[in-house]
Structure formats: C-alpha cells, structure tokens
C-alpha cells in the first residue's frame, strides 16, 4: 500500500452515495482498510480514503469518497461529485426505502457528475438474509434498465466488496484510457 507517488499511473476519484446508514462508511473502510468499526460514525464533513491497487499491469489509486453524513442533510455538493469517474450507489437490502431512493440518486449523478460517470449499485448488508426485503431481482432489472452494472455485499463479513470494487475501477480503465 505504501506505494511511491512516482509508480502511480492514474489516480481514480470514486463516490460513494446512497441514503443514510445503508454502510457507505464501512463498505469505504472494509475496502481501504479492511476493517468494521462496529462503534463509529466518523464527524460531518467530506472525507476520502485511498487503496492503491494493480489493474491491468497499471498502478491505479483509488481515491473514494465518503459523504461523512452530509446526506441526511441534502447537502451533497456539485464539488462532491467533480472530477469522480466512478460511483458506488449503496442500499440497504433489508430497508425498502433506500432501494425506492436508488431512482432518485441516479438523477442527482446525472445531474452533477461528468455523463460518462461509471455506475455500480450494490445492496448491501447481504449477510441478514432474515431480514432481507429487497428481491436480488428486483436490483437487478433496474440496474439491467438503468445500464448499471451491480453487485450484493456485505461490509461486516466482507462479500464482495472487493470485486464490486475491481469492477468498478476495471470499468473505468477501459474507458479511461
Ligand atoms: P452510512 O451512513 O451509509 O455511512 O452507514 P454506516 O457505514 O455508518 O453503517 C450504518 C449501520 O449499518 C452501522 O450500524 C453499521 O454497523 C451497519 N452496517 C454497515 N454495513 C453492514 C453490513 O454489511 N452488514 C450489517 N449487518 N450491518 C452493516
């Protein structure tokens, strides 16, 4: 991870979006850190993290983005999405509400990110099937609709975070470069 400003080859903004507590902060901190902080709610304010990750012999640094909270107070910004070329719109697989908002986030991308914006939707909290209320099905037609690509993960046991990551930062070297 600690790799030398020379060796990079391009470095990615990527945002992370999605309605309140659906685990933006911990799908972030899963992927640059890979850790769950079951007690923490880090302070308001824009936040990024960085991992630093090999894609195609190319040293790619992933810069993503955490709202930090800013959106229980629509107060995600235009310089929020400048200059990102990937998004990650996160729901929550047991709270219908914030798949009803998925629409809505993809309006606010098209709105204020660049139009070739890549976007991954990704349910999360996969591990509590119990409680799931969110048809995989139904994510995948609208993703099908919406040209998203898509992925079910868990921050706490880490599924798929990864991968939804590398498919996101793959998508975007190929239209990148
Ligand atoms: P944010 O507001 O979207 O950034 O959401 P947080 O990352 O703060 O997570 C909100 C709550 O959901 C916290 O209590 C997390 O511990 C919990 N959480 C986040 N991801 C998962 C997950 O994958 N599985 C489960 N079971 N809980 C999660």
């Given at each position: 991870e600690n790799v030398p400003e020379s060796r990079i080859d391009y470095v990615y903004k990527v945002v992370v979006i999605g309605?309140?507590?659906?685990g933006k902060t911990q799908i972030l901190s899963r992927f640059t850190k890979n850790e769950f902080c079951f007690d923490s709610k880090s302070t308001i304010g824009v936040e990024f993290q960085t991992r630093t990750v090999t894609i195609k012999g190319k040293v790619i640094k992933a810069q993503i983005w955490d709202t930090a909270g800013q959106e229980r107070y629509r107060a995600v910004t235009s310089a929020y999405y400048r200059g990102a070329l990937g998004a990650m719109l996160v729901y929550d697989i047991t709270k219908r509400q914030s798949f009803d908002h998925v629409a809505r986030w993809v309006e606010e991308l098209r709105a204020?990110?660049?139009?070739?914006i890549v976007i991954i939707l990704i349910g999360n909290k996969a591990d509590l099937v119990d409680l799931?209320?969110?048809?995989t099905e139904d994510a995948v037609e609208f993703a099908e609709e919406q040209g998203l690509f898509f992925s079910e993960t868990s921050a706490l046991n880490g599924d798929n975070v990864d991968s939804a990551f590398f498919r996101l930062l793959e998508e975007i070297y190929s239209v990148a470069s």
């Amino acid at each position: 991870e600690n790799v030398p400003e020379s060796r990079i080859d391009y470095v990615y903004k990527v945002v992370v979006i999605g309605d309140s507590a659906v685990g933006k902060t911990q799908i972030l901190s899963r992927f640059t850190k890979n850790e769950f902080c079951f007690d923490s709610k880090s302070t308001i304010g824009v936040e990024f993290q960085t991992r630093t990750v090999t894609i195609k012999g190319k040293v790619i640094k992933a810069q993503i983005w955490d709202t930090a909270g800013q959106e229980r107070y629509r107060a995600v910004t235009s310089a929020y999405y400048r200059g990102a070329l990937g998004a990650m719109l996160v729901y929550d697989i047991t709270k219908r509400q914030s798949f009803d908002h998925v629409a809505r986030w993809v309006e606010e991308l098209r709105a204020h990110a660049d139009n070739s914006i890549v976007i991954i939707l990704i349910g999360n909290k996969a591990d509590l099937v119990d409680l799931r209320a969110v048809p995989t099905e139904d994510a995948v037609e609208f993703a099908e609709e919406q040209g998203l690509f898509f992925s079910e993960t868990s921050a706490l046991n880490g599924d798929n975070v990864d991968s939804a990551f590398f498919r996101l930062l793959e998508e975007i070297y190929s239209v990148a470069s």
